[in-house]
């Protein structure tokens, strides 16, 4: 069964820091990875998306990695801002049969606040 | 602009009751889905469809039924709603059947209260 697991629960820096985000699954046969944004009430908005083959991607400040074979992706924030404050979430899609499923598999999440 | 809403954005039920939790999406999307988000679980799928008159049970369906009439909406009822269904409840649509690169959309949220 696919466990999804994020490090740290939740993360605190000032502003300006460069940080890192965890997110480890235990089954490498994975469609893709999503990196999610969920702000407080809201709900989830897709960052990043990195398919099988693919060892990152980057959109303005953040860069997405992948290690399929090690079961590791990591979300780096460079110049973090307070507007960056908000829940992150990774999800794997399950590889199934060579194709792919629909089903997404999340991890719990980031709780991630910047200090101006 | 294409959207994906949920309704009611809150609703606090009493045990026993039946609850139907709306949700409507304009993309046009096959793929509908159905989760819940409780602390320390993540998102867990509860029902999913891949098209009008198709539906599938997810990881915790018990005790929750959907049905799909058209494209648009896919509801979910609790039959009989029990404390233990207290959560934020989330709906969302894909377009493809499983493509490397399509996303699911997300609504906002219902948060449901089971006393």
């Known amino acids: 069964k696919q466990e999804v697991t994020q490090i740290p629960a939740a993360l605190s820096v000032p502003e300006g820091e460069n940080l890192v985000l965890n997110c480890s699954f235990t089954?490498?046969?994975?469609?893709?990875l999503q990196w999610f944004r969920q702000d407080p009430g809201k709900g989830l908005t897709s960052l990043l998306l990195?398919?099988?083959?693919?060892r990152e991607q980057t959109s303005g400040r953040l860069n997405a990695s992948l290690d399929k074979s090690s079961g590791r992706s990591t979300l780096y924030i460079a110049a973090s801002q307070p507007g960056d404050s908000a829940t992150y979430l990774c999800?794997?899609?399950?590889?199934?049969?060579?194709?792919?499923?629909?089903?997404?598999?999340f991890g719990t999440g980031t709780l991630l606040a910047v200090q101006p | 602009d294409a959207e994906i809403t949920q309704s009611p954005r809150h609703k606090i039920t009493e045990t026993g009751r039946q609850v139907t939790l709306a949700c409507h999406q304009t993309?046009?999307?096959?793929?509908m889905f159905w989760y819940r988000q409780d602390l320390g679980h993540g998102l867990r799928l509860i029902h999913y469809?891949?098209?009008?008159?198709?539906?599938n049970k997810g990881e915790v369906s018990d005790g929750y039924s959907v049905s799909r009439s058209n494209t648009e909406d896919l509801p979910l009822t609790l039959e009989s709603a029990a404390s233990s269904q207290t959560s934020v409840y989330f709906c969302?649509?894909?377009?493809?059947?499983?493509?490397?690169?399509?996303?699911?959309?997300f609504g906002p949220g219902t948060r449901l209260t089971v006393l």
């Open positions: 969302a649509s894909s377009e493809s059947s499983g493509g490397a690169t399509d996303t699911q959309y």
């Open positions: 089954d490498s046969a994975i469609y893709n």
């Open positions: 990195i398919q099988s083959s693919q």
């Open positions: 999800a794997v899609k399950k590889e199934n049969y060579g194709g792919a499923t629909n089903k997404l598999i």
């Open positions: 993309w046009n999307h096959n793929n």
């Open positions: 469809s891949y098209g009008v008159q198709d539906t």
